[in-house]
């Protein structure tokens, strides 16, 4: 979804909605100054995080705007939100300017009068709490109709679908395939049936395909589940919604073609009925109308835009209407109780907020209405029967840090700084570029999720400039060892997985290998003319040639493999295995020119090595950096590959959040730190209270 | 075979439920059977001897075996005339996509000097019906032209046995190292949009500039056996011509596709292919 990153290494997807600067503001010719002035204070804002550069850049596009009178509210709003970000109380005075100078514009004067905190729109914004917090929330799951239980799937606990009783605050396992050693199977996207009785998830099975299973959830224990639906020519299906009167599931399938579907599945035996054929980005979720003849789901506006419009079909596929088309990125969240309203996410106001639309007779009643200013990355779970409405929250963030290392004495010599400073959103995948003067990473945009963009920060100057390339999902880029591109896996435009060359200068994105099977974490020859990668599904290393594009097994393994790390030397592969035989987890240098791989350090698997972003070979070759964990608590340590003992860094890895990258030099190490997680919220109070009776 | 679209049209395996129909013309019984009665009707041309389905064959998935369309009085038109099946589904029309509508584009022929050459207010008078209810019962015909229920659709929809081996390796091709999913995707097996695959392109300049840069819309693969000659201008007899030609990428041009590039299939490779392409012929209906 324009919400949803890929699924990283069998870890948890995170859902986001997200904002498509570009389009909120309609170029027109007259107003050409202000909108440059406005994307580069956007660009300030949000790439190099200099608020107090963006405000006087906003400031000057607001002049610049004239007669344009919905660019100067929006433009003011936006003015605002920095002034509030850096706590100063200037931003009131703009709002209240907007909201007294500015009535005509609606929309801006919502998001302000929301801002001072004012409800006389209607809007209501008491009533929201967090219903779970903790480690193992995600939202791949769904609330039941009476609010107590969530089905999700326990990532910790090897990826088995579990039911949390929100009150009692217990989980219930509803499957048992295993550790992820033993197995690779996992659950995803589920779904409650309106009884309560009944789940139906999605399950990635030991042949690597998606299938559909029901389960019933009375009664205490593993219950027996019941495949559903599943053929060899599906490459994903996500259940979203289970009918009211019980009969459909409505499910997105994912075609090995790239082309996704809507469809339902007859709870009864299983038969697909495929309604429409959409972009391979799919639906973010479907939702039944409460009197079970209508589905509504968001779909992309195209294949280049990030925005999204709601669309509502009758479940006999014989009328579609389109609910909701607006440039912004609109996203279903589901119906009110008594089916009079479609409700959606939109971030049309900049910030995220809630909506409803009038709904009868199976067609949309007039313009919709904000309902719930600024609830953030949300991802809807369903309604519960009461009207709450249950969502998956991105909560924190994380930074680029950086800090002196000195590998002899095994320690920081300085506290870590921020290499980014007032990043608006977590920055994911650093590297340094072969001359160390460069440090990349990956951003998912100012409020999360798609466009990834490539940021590049000079560690001389501090200067950041951004790569944009057309590519809807950016795995790890790698520079490449003459500094002129990166290497990286990702998916293109039309939804191929592959492995991509990123242009350092341009963007531009060229495929290298794409195909029916995924590359994981490419990396470079220390000449640049070779890759290295695994092959997701194989536990291999394959070593192509860019030149020829001959490809040769560089080895194979029983054992589950982490990821490629090349010696500076081209000499060696060092990774991480996992055993499911020996329950163990081993440091393994594989020769790259072939032979038996030699095992370095063994560790059981309670106490694992990280197996992915937490390797670096040191720049001499002659030793390797791993991460060492157990449970919450990580460390470093120092692996000679020839003689010495494995030695601990005396660093405290507490506050980091993912991996590291070692400096060429081996005298600074970047890391991520801080904390980005997410919690089940339940927002309440913003529809309509039923008359009462008397 | 599924469900009844508006209780006009039955869709058959492989195609999706929702077919969209504008608000403005729902799809009747009356209208399609008026549409095909329209569609074989040769007073909609100057001569009295061409209909649409002189160009729209039946018997070959509604599409023409002569590799430039041919009009009234022998005229050459510009362009092979496309196979009709599931337009219903269609974005754009046309080989470079300048109609957006069923509706608009069942018009065009009938008012085109090198197809029918009529006046609509004469082709209305001819047949008693005014212009748009030409439009919207013929519209409505081309809606019901429906492929499906093909050994593809059944292979893909839990049936095994429905491809052979061959077949299925075909399917792998296709969807990877030879890349024609790259363009023909999805239950109809076109993206709907405009590519330059360099078949214009001779002797350094465009011979057809198409939608502006040579490039022209992908057309479905379904029923592929019974469509030749291939492409915009029909200039490939054969299926075998089709594949050789993307097998060394096309014809190199500045506006090129970037998904065209030398396939490096084996003998082998191609064959099956080809023989999974056979496997997308299935039943063609029009109407109920």
């Known amino acids: 979804m324009g919400a949803l990153t890929s699924h990283v290494e069998g870890n948890m997807k995170r859902i986001t909605i997200t904002l498509a600067l570009a389009a909120l503001l309609p170029l027109a010719a007259e107003d050409k100054k202000a909108n440059v002035l406005l994307q580069a204070a956007q660009a300030k ?16 596009a607001v002049k610049e705007a004239g007669a344009n009178r919905a660019l100067a509210a929006k433009t003011l709003v936006q003015m605002a939100e920095c002034y509030q970000r850096m706590g100063d109380a200037e931003s009131g005075k703009i709002y209240e300017r907007v909201v007294r100078e500015y009535a005509d514009q609606k929309e801006a004067v919502t998001v302000a009068r929301a801002r001072l905190g004012g409800t006389d ?16 929330v995600d939202g791949f799951g769904t609330i039941s109709p009476d609010g107590r239980f969530l089905s999700y799937v326990d990532w910790a606990g090897a990826g088995n679908l579990v039911l949390r009783d929100l009150v009692a605050g217990t989980d219930r396992p509803l499957t048992n395939k295993g550790s992820w050693a033993e197995s690779r199977e996992q659950a995803e996207f589920s779904t409650i049936s309106r009884d309560g009785k009944h789940l139906a998830y999605a399950w990635l099975n030991d042949k690597d395909r998606y299938e559909l299973r029901i389960v019933g959830v009375q009664g205490t224990g593993i219950p027996q589940s019941r495949r559903l639906f599943g053929n060899e020519d599906i490459g994903n299906i996500s259940p979203y919604d289970w009918s009211p009167d019980g009969k459909w599931i409505a499910v997105s399938v994912h075609r090995k073609d790239g082309t996704a579907q809507i469809g ?54 014989s009328r579609e209407t389109a609910a909701v088309i607006h440039p912004s990125q609109n996203v279903i969240m589901g119906w009110s109780p008594d089916g009079a309203h479609l409700l959606f996410a939109s971030d049309r106001t900049r910030s995220i907020a809630l909506w409803k639309l009038s709904f009868v007779e199976g067609k949309p009643q007039g313009a919709p209405e904000m309902v719930k200013p600024d609830i953030g990355s949300s991802y809807s779970l369903g309604l519960s029967a009461s009207g709450a409405l249950y969502v998956w929250k991105g909560v924190g963030a994380v930074e680029i840090q950086v800090a002196p290392l000195d590998l002899s004495a095994g320690k920081l010599m300085a506290a870590p700084v921020s290499a980014v400073q007032r990043f608006m959103d977590s920055p994911q995948h650093l590297d340094w570029s072969p001359d160390g003067k460069y440090l990349s990473y990956v951003s998912r945009g100012p409020l999360g999720g798609w466009p990834y963009s490539l940021p590049i920060r000079s560690m001389e100057t501090g200067q950041v400039r951004e790569l944009r390339p057309r590519l809807r999902n950016l795995g790890a880029p790698r520079w490449s060892p003459d500094g002129r591109s990166f290497l990286t896996s990702g998916t293109d435009l039309k939804g191929r997985s592959g492995i991509y060359q990123i242009d350092a200068q341009t963007g531009e994105a060229s495929p290298i290998l794409v195909g029916p099977t995924p590359a994981a974490i490419p990396q470079w020859s220390p000449d640049g003319k070779r890759i290295y990668y695994r092959a997701t599904g194989r ?109 601990k860094l005396d660093i405290d890895l507490t506050n980091w959040a993912g991996g590291f990258r070692l400096h060429p030099d081996g005298h600074q190490i970047t890391f991520l730190a801080g904390k980005a997680t997410s919690e089940i919220w339940a927002l309440e109070n913003f529809l309509p209270q039923p008359a009462s009776k008397h | 075979m599924l469900l009844l679209l508006a209780a006009a049209i039955t869709i058959p395996l492989g195609l999706d439920l929702y077919m969209p129909v504008p608000e403005e013309n729902p799809l009747t019984l009356e209208k399609i059977a008026q549409g095909r009665q329209l569609f074989f009707d040769r007073r909609l041309s100057r001569d009295g001897a061409t209909s649409c389905s002189s160009c729209h064959d039946a018997e070959r998935a509604f599409s023409d075996d002569r590799a430039i369309a041919v009009g009234v009085l022998g005229r050459q038109g510009r362009r092979n005339a496309p196979a009709l099946i599931n337009r219903g589904y269609g974005h754009s029309f046309f080989w470079d996509g300048r109609v957006a509508t069923l509706e608009e584009q069942v018009l065009k022929p009938i008012e085109d000097p090198n197809e029918m050459d009529m006046t609509l207010p004469e082709a209305a008078a001819r047949v008693g019906a005014s212009a748009q209810e030409m439009s919207h019962a013929l519209a409505s015909y081309v809606r019901s032209i429906l492929s499906g229920d093909s050994p593809f659709d059944r292979y893909i929809n839990g049936d095994r046995g429905a491809l052979s ?29 405009l590519h330059n695959t360099g078949v214009a392109w001779r002797d350094g300049r465009l011979a ?31 299926l075998e011509d089709v594949v050789e030609y993307y097998e060394r990428g096309g014809n190199r041009n500045p506006q090129l596709d970037a998904d065209l590039r030398p396939l490096r299939l084996s003998v082998e490779e191609r064959r099956a292919l080809l023989a999974f392409l056979r496997s997308l012929s299935g039943k063609v209906d029009d109407g109920p």
Request: aromatic residues 8%.
């Open chain 1, 45 to 60: 804002e949000t790439v190099q995080g200099d608020l107090k550069g963006a405000i006087e850049l906003y400031g000057q």
């Open chain 1, 539 to 647: 536990s291999a290393f394959l070593e192509r040639d860019l030149a020829s594009g001959n490809e040769r097994e560089v080895i194979r393994l029983p054992s589950r493999l982490g990821e490629v790390n090349v010696s500076p030397d081209g000499r060696t592969i060092a990774t991480i295995s996992e055993e499911a035989s020996s329950k163990s987890s081993t440091v393994l240098l594989i020769p790259v020119a072939g032979g038996a791989p030699r095992e370095l350090l063994r560790l059981s698997l309670a106490e694992g090595f990280q197996m992915y972003r937490g390797m670096a070979w040191t720049p001499d070759s002659r030793a390797v950096i791993v991460t060492k964990s157990r449970g919450d608590r990580r460390e470093l340590w120092l692996v000679p590959v020839t003689d010495g003992q494995p030695r």
């Open chain 1, 121 to 136: 729109s209607g809007v209501r914004v008491k009533g929201d709490r967090p219903v779970w917090t903790g480690p193992k």
């Open chain 2, 208 to 238: 057809d500039s198409g939608a502006g840069r040579g490039d022209f819309k992908t057309p479905t693969l379904r029923e592929i056996t019974r469509t030749a000659p291939y492409m915009h201008d029909g200039s490939f007899a054969t």
């Open chain 2, 165 to 193: 081996a061959e077949q299925q390796a075909g399917l792998q091709l296709f969807r990877g190292k030879a890349n024609c999913s790259a363009c023909h995707v999805g239950p109809n097996f076109t993206d709907e949009r």
């Open chain 1, 264 to 317: 339902l599945v007859a709870a009864q035996d299983g038969a697909l009925r495929v309604l429409k054929s959409v972009d391979w980005r799919g639906p973010t979720k479907i939702f039944f109308s409460p009197d079970s003849k209508y589905i509504a789901y968001d779909l992309s506006a195209s294949d280049t835009s990030e925005e999204r419009d709601v669309f509502v079909m009758r479940i006999d596929g």
